[in-house]
């Protein structure tokens, strides 16, 4: 079974490729599609964009 959650979502989504979209395909596949474990998708919604650039810089500092 395949769960599509985000399809006609509104809202900004930042999905980790290799273990949602791609977890299926077997490494050989993900590389040959440029697809790598660091890989995240953004999908922008429909929330205010100084919104969506404060959580990116929020998220963003908890990794250093």
């Known amino acids: 079974m395949i769960l599509t959650a985000n399809i ?7 999905l980790h490729m ?9 490494d050989e596949a993900r590389d040959y599609l ?9 999908s ?3 929330e205010d964009p100084k919104s969506i650039a404060d ?3 929020q998220a963003s500092a908890s990794l250093k």
């Open 55 to 57: 959580d990116f810089l």
């Open 44 to 46: 922008v919604g429909l």
């Open 34 to 42: 440029g697809v790598h474990d660091g890989l995240i998708r953004v």
């Open 8 to 14: 006609g979502d509104n809202r900004t989504l930042a």
């Open 18 to 26: 290799t273990s949602t979209i791609y977890r299926d395909f077997d």
